[in-house]
């Protein structure tokens, strides 16, 4: 078992920058690919970012350029640097994890999830 929990969402105007936290506990973090999910009011669970064991990234053409994502193995902790945020940012964060080292852009294919972190980003 894995568990995550988020921190760090907030209000942020339009430009702002926010960096989003996910711990684990648990299963061991080195060997779980990391992933960043978000979900927009009315919409379905749409993928960000995603981080391999070794460090490869994979990002949302929507975030491209933007976003950083990040982990730390020795904190077990996972991080989403957003920068040049956009009103169409506004969503619930979600962290995830694989059993698997390699990351994955497809929700269905992440085993644990946080519980979400709401970021708001004004216009």
């Known amino acids: 078992q894995m568990a995550l929990v988020e921190s760090g969402g907030g209000l942020v105007q339009a430009g702002g920058s926010l960096r989003l936290s996910c711990a684990s506990s648990g299963r061991t973090f080195m060997s779980s690919a990391m992933g960043w999910f978000r979900q927009a009011p009315g919409k379905g669970r749409e993928f960000v970012a995603t981080?391999?064991?070794?460090?490869?990234?994979s990002y949302a053409d929507s975030v491209k350029g933007r976003f950083t994502i990040s982990r730390d193995n020795a904190k077990n902790t996972v991080y989403l640097q957003m920068n040049s945020l956009k009103p169409e940012d506004t969503a619930v964060y979600y962290c995830a994890a694989r059993k698997l080292l390699l990351y994955s852009v497809y929700e269905n294919e992440y085993d644990y999830w946080g519980q979400g972190t709401q970021v708001t980003v004004s216009s």
């Open positions: 981080i391999s064991w070794s460090g490869s990234t």
